[in-house]
């Protein structure tokens, strides 16, 4: 069974950074590519920045790359999303994911609140 339990969102001003954290269990964690999603109100979810096992290689979306950093601590079973330069349009709940062969498990934590006032 996994779980995903994401944490660290907030309020924040335009411009501020926080740091989002993701605790995962039921998986061989050092062997999955994990990723963070986010939705907004009336939009669909969309992937936002993945790392690879071994955490060599990272991908973003263009709409947060130089401003997002994705990252990994295996020893530690949890990966994190450090956000800075938020913008108003950053707003959603974030939700991290477990990729397993080649396909995003369908399975989701609570999601963190991210909202970023101007």
């Known amino acids: 069974q996994v779980q995903l339990v994401e944490s660290g969102g907030g309020l924040v001003q335009a411009g501020g950074s926080l740091r989002l954290s993701c605790e995962v269990s039921?998986?061989?964690?050092?062997?999955?590519?994990m990723g963070w999603y986010r939705q907004a109100p009336g939009n669909q979810r969309e992937l936002v920045a993945s790392?690879?096992?071994?955490?060599?290689?990272?991908n973003y979306a263009a709409s947060v790359k130089g401003r997002f950093t994705i990252s990994r601590d295996d020893a530690k079973k949890m990966v994190y999303l450090q956000m800075n330069g938020l913008k108003p349009e950053d707003t959603a709940v974030y939700y991290c994911?477990?990729?397993?062969?080649?396909?995003?498990?369908?399975?989701w934590g609570q999601g963190t609140q991210v909202t970023v006032s101007l």
């Open positions: 994911n477990v990729k397993w062969g080649s396909t995003w498990r369908d399975v």
């Open positions: 039921g998986i061989i964690f050092s062997l999955a590519t």
């Open positions: 790392i690879l096992s071994g955490g060599g290689r990272t």
